[in-house]
């Protein structure tokens, strides 16, 4: 049976990751930058600034002679409220790394955050949302001054303060078993079903928004960490950096990452149909609250019952086993499966 969700996402996902790339000052990238102009008028969304979803900048440093490319487009918000609050934003970078498709880093975020546009055109939140296409998230721009984020939240973003972030990163694949027990994912059927969210910690609202968000998310498996167990490892480093609350979702690194083996036909385009609810549903949930800017709080309880409810009865000991946990309580229990599944190769 054919889903309207899963072939607009395929779509999308084989319009831009062609076998000669994204790469920044290239042809195919300008093509791609074309395509998601063309897919941001065709949603309805409007521009952020001016009458152009392309928020041209110069590069910086080594890179001061080349020109990049940002393509932001805005949900508008409820008319009669809009202006009373600050917009969120859901962001994921379009550039590759290589000259090679880069279907799961990135094209697949790109799919998503053109799917949940779609769903907040047709119903509105009561804030605007914007959609940000950053350009330059790759090396050698990473964490550098040309990285599009970066740029954006420095020169393009006029003052606006965000409500929050909310990054992908990766979000196209299944994640393999990251530790190797044999069978463990025959064991544990919601491996593959995993996703990622990290920054949960930025800001006390989050928790109960990704909570809710996952009641509506029953075939992901959805595991909260802290964002020091990956790193800035994407977009969201220029919004955390600036105290802005983020979340940052991904499935991890696999092994086609930053290779030209990462083909659009290895995605599983029906977990990113239910990635694109989930972070719906994380987007309506963040408009009901209040955030304001970054605040620290302690999400040791909360990560430990999304983990069990993520990993289930079986899944949970198998995971504190590789760990050698005999009790799962504490941060530093936490801190244990996480490093086991950073050696898994996840991160
Ligand atoms: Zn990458």
Redesign the pocket.
């Known amino acids: 049976m054919k889903d309207p969700v899963v072939e607009q996402l395929q779509r999308d996902v084989l319009a831009i990751a062609t076998e000669d790339g994204r790469l920044p000052g290239t042809e195919p990238h300008a093509r791609a930058r074309q395509y998601l102009v063309d897919r941001l008028t065709e949603i309805g969304c409007v521009p952020f600034r001016g009458d152009a979803y392309e928020l041209p900048y110069q590069g910086r440093g080594p890179c001061a002679d080349q020109s990049f490319v940002n393509v932001i487009g805005v949900c508008p918000g409820d008319p009669e409220q809009r202006h009373l609050h600050d917009p969120l934003l859901i962001a994921a970078?379009y550039d590759?790394?290589i000259a090679a498709p880069?279907a799961d880093?990135?094209a697949a975020a790109i799919a998503i955050a053109l799917r949940v546009a779609e769903r907040l055109i047709a119903t509105p939140t009561h804030r605007d949302v914007l959609i940000a296409l950053f350009d330059a998230?790759?090396p050698p721009h990473y964490h550098g001054e040309t990285m599009g984020s970066m740029r954006f939240y420095e020169d393009q973003r006029d003052g606006v303060e965000f409500h929050a972030a909310l990054v992908m990163?990766?979000v196209g694949h299944d994640v393999a078993a990251p530790v190797p027990i044999p069978g463990a994912s025959m064991l544990v059927p919601s491996i593959p079903r995993l996703l990622f969210v990290m920054g949960s910690e930025s800001h006390p609202a989050l928790p109960d928004v990704v909570r809710h968000a996952t009641d509506h998310a029953d075939k992901l498996a959805v595991v909260t960490a802290l964002n020091r167990y990956v790193g800035d490892v994407?977009d969201h480093f220029a919004f955390r950096i600036n105290e802005v609350p983020f979340l940052f979702l991904s499935c991890g690194r696999w092994q086609h990452?930053?290779k030209p083996s990462d083909t659009p036909d290895k995605l599983n385009y029906h977990k990113m149909a239910r990635i694109a609810g989930f972070l719906e549903h994380l987007t309506r949930g963040l408009d009901e609250v209040t955030t304001g800017r970054a605040r620290e709080h302690d999400t040791t309880a909360f990560d430990i019952a999304m983990f069990k409810h993520a990993l289930g009865r079986i899944g949970t000991p198998i995971a504190m086993k590789a760990a050698g946990l005999d009790t799962f309580e504490t941060r530093e229990d936490f801190d244990k499966i996480a490093a086991r599944l950073m050696a898994g190769g996840l991160y």
């Open positions: 970078h590759s790394v880069c880093d990135n998230e790759e990163d990766l994407s990452y930053h």
